[in-house]
């Protein structure tokens, strides 16, 4: 459990509200709850899956195993290009709460100097993991008291525009606040490394995904609450423009180190995992075998690594960080919704959970992610088209040498 709120409470809400807030205004506690609803079906879908799986390669594994190499390659693909936008995402989270005045430059900075760190193979440890997630919650607690205290908070911006945006507002919030969950299936991967996983992981992700679903409704209508919906839509930093408007202003510092500490450590997580994937696909043929090299030294994938180091830093030197979270939530949905689908496969005697939870995934995946800003719902299918032709054309290339 504690493992899976240390992959979920991170920098994701210090984005992710103000997006929201701009979709649906106070509807966005709706869509927070739609959000962790479809959260719990994806965790419980890659639980299954992980305990008959037990490799790296997530939903890149699961589909290929289930549905076909296609479906398998194009899980990867989402996960791939959906976490390259969630770095740059990152990257402009650390920038804007750390100096707003040089977003940009700070979020390269911040790209190059986290490669830097892990291309010599220095990764986050468990203990470095429990210190940045006990920051990130003193400065949620932070927001909390210093949106509420001295008056500033004005309960009935909670519930006068609750419904204002209507359902396709609230699903289009829930769909950008799907990336303030992410992380939640690490618990699905624990299988092999702890004791009765057939017990522990399913009261691990419920009890992980509810702790988290309260403590950002907390922040949320905390946030509201003191700010209101068009004030937190339309600052780079939310939850500091939050705090900034209660009388307690002098706790803004602490909100903008934590939700520094708390980008910088996803961000290199993020790198870690997408490079780790990359190297796998490419292993596997999926992607050009150049990035499967591993460093002489330092055993690490380092042309996947430098690969994913540019990406991202030209991502966060052009793009916005709203645009960024609706893409990542596409293409993250995407690869969720495949693991549901691959779960729906599984036999009676390989359930754990109900099968119409994995169908209702695929539902609810579908649902928040054609609900996103048409724009990104346009560059999403786009870049998956670009992915599944990648593919046809190098399957074709490989049956013609054969």
Known sequence: MVIGLGAMIGAGVFAAVGPAAQAAGAGLLIGLAVAAAVAYCNATSSAQLAAIYPESGGTYVYGRKRLGDFWGYLAGWGFVVGKLASCAAMALTFGAYAAPQATRPLAVAAVVGLTAVNYRGVQKTAGLTRIIVALVLASLAAVVVAATAGGAAQPARLTEDLFAAGPRGILEAAGLLFFAFAGYARIATLGEEVADPARA??????????ITLVVYALVAAAALAAAGADALAEAD????????????????????????IASLGVLLSLIVGISRTAFAMAGNGDLPRWFAAVHPRFKVPHRAELAVAILVGAAAATVDLREAIGFSSFAVLTYYGIANASAFTLSPSQRRWPRWLAAAGVGGCGLLAFNLPLQTVVAGVAVLAAGAVVWTVRQTRHHGRS
């Open 201 to 210: 992981i399913p009261r691990a992700i419920p009890l992980a995904l509810g």
């Open 237 to 260: 930093a939310p939850l500091t423009a939050a705090v900034t408007a209660g009388t307690l202003g002098r706790l803004a510092p602490v909100v903008r180190v934590g939700a520094t």
